[in-house]
């Protein structure tokens, strides 16, 4: 498991942050009880516990952890595939590479948040 600065963790902040913001302007516009609104309401509920976390907050329960985990695994993997599609150096790849590497941080500030809650 990688060990977390705490400046690396407070690089993914701002990304996880502007990431949950547009989610949240998004699921406005969505059916509520479709599964893209159930779905992103996920996403956004994972990010709050990211955020949370990454803020050394540790007051998310066992199943919000468990919950938040899988879904920030599924976006991270959406986000490799995504960045695969941009050139190098655009904007783009940039926007999602930042966004690859604060899933990634929020994963393993998840998986020590199941490990510390399980011990």
């Given at each position: 498991?990688?060990?977390?600065?705490?400046?690396?963790?407070?690089?993914a902040?701002?990304?996880?942050t502007?990431?949950?913001?547009?989610?949240?302007?998004?699921?406005?516009?969505?059916?509520?009880?479709?599964?893209q609104?159930?779905?992103l309401?996920k996403?956004?509920?994972a990010?709050?516990?990211?955020?949370?976390?990454?803020n050394d907050?540790r007051?998310?329960?066992?199943?919000?952890?468990r919950?938040?985990?899988?879904?920030?695994?599924d976006?991270?993997?959406?986000?490799?595939?995504?960045?695969s599609k941009?050139?190098?150096?655009?904007?783009?790849?940039?926007?999602?590479?930042?966004r690859?590497n604060a899933?990634?941080?929020?994963?393993?500030?998840?998986?020590?948040?199941?490990?510390?809650?399980?011990?």
């Amino acid at each position: 498991m990688k060990n977390l600065t705490f400046d690396g963790t407070q690089e993914a902040l701002r990304p996880i942050t502007s990431l949950l913001s547009k989610s949240e302007k998004a699921c406005q516009k969505l059916t509520p009880g479709t599964w893209q609104h159930k779905m992103l309401k996920k996403n956004i509920d994972a990010l709050q516990v990211a955020s949370h976390l990454i803020n050394d907050d540790r007051t998310a329960p066992q199943n919000d952890l468990r919950d938040a985990l899988s879904a920030i695994s599924d976006m991270a993997s959406r986000s490799e595939k995504a960045l695969s599609k941009f050139e190098p150096g655009t904007s783009q790849h940039t926007l999602q590479r930042n966004r690859l590497n604060a899933l990634q941080i929020a994963e393993v500030l998840v998986k020590q948040g199941i490990e510390c809650d399980s011990a």
